[in-house]
Every structure is written in C-alpha cells, then in structure tokens.
C-alpha cells in the first residue's frame, strides 16, 4: 500500500489536541487511533505496545550482524486544534495544472497559487486537499502513513540490511505536550528523525526557542454611570500592555531566523481580562530579552495601577535542538546524503516553530525533522503531495540502509 493511501484512511480519525484538557492524551479520539495503529503494526508482525498515555511503540529486529545505532522514526497522531478536524473530506487533484483549486464552489473557498508560495512547486503533481471546511490531517498523518509504509516494507522483504527499528507514535504534538511522558529507556534508540516536516527532500535540525505567557489583568468593574476616575476597564489594560510590545515582532511580519510575540487568545470583561501569548525565537540571548520584555511591562503596568493589576506568568515550552545536534553531525550527513541519492536538492531551513524531535534532542535522543510532502499545515487549505509522500518514504529507506553501514564507534 502506497503512504497516500494510508493517509486517506487515517485522515477519517478526528484526532485534535485540546489545550484546556486536563487530560492525557488531552482527547479521548487520541487513545482510539493509537490503538488502531497498534493493531496495524502488529498485524505487519511488528512487537509493539500502545500505553495509557497513547504511546505506539514498535520494534522491528535488526537483521545485520553489525553493532549498528538503534534508529527511531517518529510522527505524532494528533492533528492542530486550529481548525476542525471533523469529518475531514478529502479530494484528490490528479496533474495538478498550476491553477487554482477550487476547494468549495458553494463557499467560494479557493486554494490559489497566488497566496501560497509553495504550490507551483507541485505543478504536475497529484494532490490531496481539504473541501475548505476543515484541516486535512497531513500534519503529522503524512509522517504515520510515511512510516507505517515503510514498516510494511522492511517487514516484506526480509532481505533488507538494517539495524533495529523503533516506531514511535506521539499524542498532542500540537499542544506542546508530545513527550510529557515518554520514556526513552522504553524507547532504547540512539537517535532518530521526526516525519514531521514539509516539502519533500526538507530537512530541519533548527527550531525556535519556545516559551508560554498568560497575562491576567485585574480591573475596577463599577457601574458606567458613575464611573468616572473609578473605573479601571481590564479589556484596556490588556490593550495597554500588547501596545508597549515591541510592534515589530509580530508573526505576520517577522520570516526566516526573526522571533515574535503573538497573541493568540483574549478573553474578559472590564473586570477581569487574561490574555495568551507564544515567544519564539532561534536566538537563546533575544528569547530572554523577549521574556524580560513582557516582566517589563507587567512591572510598568503595576507601577502604573497598583499592585496585582498585571500578573504574568511565562512557562518555557521548547528550546532550539541546533545547539544539541551539532554535536551529531554525521546524523544530519545520513539525511542530507540519503536526499540527494534518491535525485532531491536538500531543502534546508530553519522550522518557525517546533516538534517533539526538539524535546526529544534535549531529552537525550537527537532527532533532526524530514519532509512529508504537507503543506499549509493547520487550516483548510492544508494540502499533501502524493508523489512527495513517496519520495519521502525513499528518503528514509536510503537512512535506514546507510546506518545499517555503520558501526556504533563511528557515528
């Protein structure tokens, strides 16, 4: 079975994260596919075990005489809460012209050339859209599918040369919480790669430097009439304090290794207001300036106001796996060397974001990010490449071959 055709059947699973759960994984829907999936491995003949927090993993035994590294491939099963994942209706452009695509006529929802720079890339291409009323699910069911077809292959051919294989699935990817708890003795790899990325032939071994801040603004609520020089309206407050932020770091107008500060949530009355806000950046020494920024403004605003009228708490949620695996050179070598074999130009570039392989390198286990073919990930315009899903299975079929060359003492 080809990756694309797993994909149309797990896109069918309803798998968003949610980041008010209080649970583990924070969807139930989670825990089905996992186990799906579960079942899936060990009908290739693969040992796997699926926990109570939705861990999938699977071994599959080395079949060389070599004391070669334990490889892991990973993908996350959850999809982004950005957008709906229900009842995901997907419809495939065969020969893709370089035109529009009309996602939904009745809606007037259009997938156009003109907005997203990487389409004309897949001119000629057969692609898997949305029908522009939910997300597609290729992030990161592409990477599931990816693996789970290159499982069928190893497990096929029992001629293959490579060393021990180790499958992970991840829940809640997308809400920061991948790896809360995964065990890496359960693990046992050396190093891996995450199935997580986008063009095909793309490989990431930078992300940013991540960081949570929930601002929560107290007002003076009193009655409108008689408000005057009483009235402290906490809507405005949090208006007030986005406004000392620097302007110029916004994602909507940063690109490349430039950080932000973006608010993703506002909620209140004029009694009380929290707001949300992400901090990126590739820079370790601009991360904190950014997070001192933010203690700034509380401490101006308190000044300002009185005491407790801004409490900030900001949580780190993931640093750049640049500084980790730099210190692994030849794992990014295999990768680079294995794209350029199957006749891929490496697509190098620094992730505006992150993925459990970023907690992961920090954890112990190195693990560069590889293409899937996804693109526009977490809305309704997501679209996936066929022909890019298998280029990148064969991108990882070249790095399982190539580490089976070599021995543990020369990584």
Not at 157 to 164: L, P, R, S, V
Not at 266 to 281: C, D, F, L, P, V
């Amino acid at each position: 079975m080809r990756a694309y055709e797993r994909l149309l059947k797990y896109v069918k699973y309803n798998t968003q994260s949610d980041h008010d759960s209080k649970t583990y994984p924070s969807t139930s829907s989670q825990l089905v596919f996992a186990t799906d999936l579960a079942k899936e491995l060990t009908s290739l003949g693969v040992e796997t075990t699926v926990d109570e927090y939705g861990y999938v993993i699977g071994k599959i035994q080395s079949t060389t005489k070599l004391n070669v590294p334990k490889l892991a491939l990973i993908a996350h099963m959850d999809t982004s809460p950005d957008a709906s994942g229900e009842n995901v209706l997907p419809q495939i452009i065969y020969n893709y012209d370089g035109k529009d695509i009309v996602l939904n006529k009745q809606k007037h929802i259009i997938l156009s050339p003109s907005v997203f720079k990487y389409l004309p890339r897949n001119t000629g291409q057969d692609l898997i859209v949305t029908d522009g009323t939910t997300l597609l699910g290729a992030d990161d069911k592409a990477g599931v599918a990816e693996i789970m077809t290159i499982v069928e292959w190893l497990m096929e051919d029992k001629t293959i040369n490579h060393g021990e294989i180790i499958i992970v699935f991840t829940p809640d990817e997308e809400v920061g919480n991948g790896t809360e708890y995964l065990d890496l003795k359960k693990v046992g790899a050396d190093f891996g790669y995450t199935l997580d990325g986008s063009p095909a032939g793309e490989i990431t071994y930078e992300n940013f430097n991540a960081a949570s801040a929930t601002i929560t603004f107290n007002g003076k609520s009193v009655h409108p009439g008689s408000a005057k020089n009483t009235m402290v309206n906490s809507i405005h407050l949090a208006y007030e304090f986005d406004s000392f932020l620097p302007k110029f770091m916004r994602p909507e107008i940063t690109e490349k290794y430039e950080g932000f500060n973006h608010l993703t949530e506002i909620k209140g009355t004029a009694e009380k207001t929290i707001s949300k806000y992400i901090i990126r950046n590739h820079s370790k020494t601009i991360f904190e300036k950014q997070k001192l920024d933010f203690q700034q403004v509380t401490d101006f605003m308190n000044l300002k106001y009185g005491n407790n009228t801004c409490i900030t708490h900001i949580e780190d949620s993931y640093y750049n796996m640049k500084e980790i695996l730099a210190n692994h050179p030849r794992i990014i070598d295999i990768a680079l060397e294995s794209i350029k074999e199957i006749g891929l130009t490496p697509y190098v570039e620094p992730i505006r974001g992150g993925t459990d392989g970023a907690r992961l390198t920090y954890m112990g286990l190195p693990c560069p990010n590889l293409g899937t073919g996804g693109y526009n990930f977490h809305g309704p315009f997501e679209y996936v490449s066929i022909q890019e899903m298998d280029q990148s299975v064969e991108v990882v079929k070249k790095i399982i071959q190539k580490v089976a060359l070599k021995e543990k003492c020369h990584q």
